[in-house]
């Protein structure tokens, strides 16, 4: 493997490092209004939020492309007593499916491509929460942050419930979070009563 090789890379950091334990700021803020039985972490790293969407009840699926986090990942389940179905995959070429998971998180990870499958992948009323850094302003090296509004326009198939940028690019907060939920059936009557 070459060192530009995104699961060796990630191994090596998981190695290095002791992931968070607690849910992302957006997990917890919209956990307790979160519906449905399943759920997808994408980019799980340590399982922080595949944990906690477990011990609210849904049958989660995390998806990571590094051994070494989904290693701390099913550790870390274990011993709070939860079950999780840990799948070491590389989110570009994983298959989601289509309609089958009622709540998707992903957090810290870029991929406009991902996000089209994770949309998909939403089953109708089902609730995409998505948060990750935006490009630091002048910097032509990263290439893993969203540009301003790239997760939005992204995201104009949902119906978006809320959408989060930094009020100036050179904040200290750089991040970007959304939150969205796939239209129903529910969603198109009432529109259509007007309601």
Do not use: C
Not at 44 to 73: K, P, Q, S
């Amino acid at each position: 493997m070459s060192a530009d090789d995104p699961r060796e890379r990630w191994n090596e950091r998981y190695r290095d490092a002791d992931p968070p334990t607690e849910p992302t700021p957006l997990v917890e803020q919209y956990r307790d209004r979160l519906e449905g039985e399943t759920a997808l972490d994408v980019a799980t790293g340590g399982g922080r939020n595949a944990i906690a969407l477990a011990e609210d009840g849904f049958a989660v699926e995390a998806i990571d492309v590094a051994e070494a986090g989904l290693e701390i990942a099913r550790e870390r389940a274990a011993e709070r007593g939860v079950d999780v179905e840990f799948v070491r995959a590389d989110a570009e070429a994983h298959s989601f499916g289509v309609d089958r998971y009622d709540v998707i998180s992903v957090s810290h990870y870029y991929s406009l491509e991902t996000l089209a499958k994770a949309t998909r992948a939403l089953a109708p009323g089902g609730t995409l929460l998505y948060e990750h850094d935006l490009r630091s302003p002048g910097d032509e090296t990263d290439r893993f942050g969203f540009y301003p509004n790239d997760l939005l326009r992204s995201s104009l198939d949902l119906r978006i419930v809320r959408y989060v940028e930094p009020f100036r690019l050179d904040d200290e907060e750089t991040g970007v979070r959304l939150v969205a939920r796939k239209p129903s059936a529910v969603d198109d009557e009432s529109i259509g009563q007007g309601g």
